[in-house]
């Protein structure tokens, strides 16, 4: 796959410390963080423009990315809460030669007990 | 800032018939692109089809066709011919300036045989 999510399936406990790792082949220099949830689309917690470089998207409380390199761009939980109990989604794409199109991880499923 | 609006929740249609999902959208950047999105019951995201700001004509892709109505700030998905396949959630988004994708809460459609 050109993006990697995983875990893909994850139960923890409130309080926990929890990092989805997200990995691409495609060289691209844009990475994306969303959480999906029902009834309200995907929302923006995270993005990075190139290694190095992360800034916030629409709801990044609660959450820390850091991008190293241009493959990887792992989001930590710093103490899971139940209000992040959410299907998380990955996702690259080029960046001033964007056309739209996105490439998403298969998702990552959390569920805070 | 952009904002992405999808006022149908749900939607049916019988097999073989078109239809039409709804989107409207609101930016301030001169240049942008509108994009929709597929998500089956298998949880992955299926890119579909891009229409930039400046193209004349309306996007096409096989059975999917977008209804770009620049005055009236819409960007409407038509399917012809449904499937049974074609049973799934619909996203709308776009980027902007920034390259940002921004999404909208979608649209489920079923389709009756």
């Known amino acids: 796959a050109d993006v990697t999510q995983t875990p893909r399936n994850r139960i923890t406990k409130t309080g926990k410390r929890i990092m989805l790792e997200c990995s691409q082949t495609k060289g691209h220099d844009r990475m994306y963080w969303y959480r999906q949830d029902p009834g309200m689309g995907l929302r923006l917690i995270h993005y990075?423009?190139?290694?190095?470089?992360?800034d916030q998207g629409e709801v990044p409380n609660g959450y820390n990315v850091s991008r190293s390199t241009t493959e990887d761009f792992p989001l930590r939980l710093l103490s899971a809460a139940p209000s992040q109990t959410s299907v998380y989604f990955c996702?690259?794409?080029?960046?001033?030669?964007?056309?739209?199109?996105?490439?998403f991880g298969e998702g990552s499923r959390l569920t805070v007990l | 800032a952009q904002k992405i609006t999808q006022t149908q929740p749900g939607m049916f249609v019988q097999e073989k018939e078109a239809v039409t999902l709804d989107c409207t959208y609101d930016?301030?950047?001169?240049?942008?692109?509108l994009f929709w999105y597929k998500q089956p019951s298998s949880g992955e995201m299926i890119f579909l089809i891009y229409q930039g700001s400046y193209d004349q004509q309306n996007a096409t892709e096989g059975r999917y066709s977008l209804n770009f109505q620049k005055a009236r700030k819409s960007a409407n998905l038509v399917i012809s011919a449904s499937q049974l396949g074609d049973s799934a959630m619909y996203f709308c988004a776009m980027t902007g300036g920034s390259y940002i994708p921004t999404f909208g809460r979608g649209t489920s459609l079923i389709v009756h045989p």
């Open positions: 990075s423009v190139g290694a190095g470089i992360t």
């Open positions: 930016t301030s950047d001169p240049s942008y692109g």
């Open positions: 996702a690259s794409s080029y960046g001033l030669l964007n056309t739209g199109e996105l490439f």
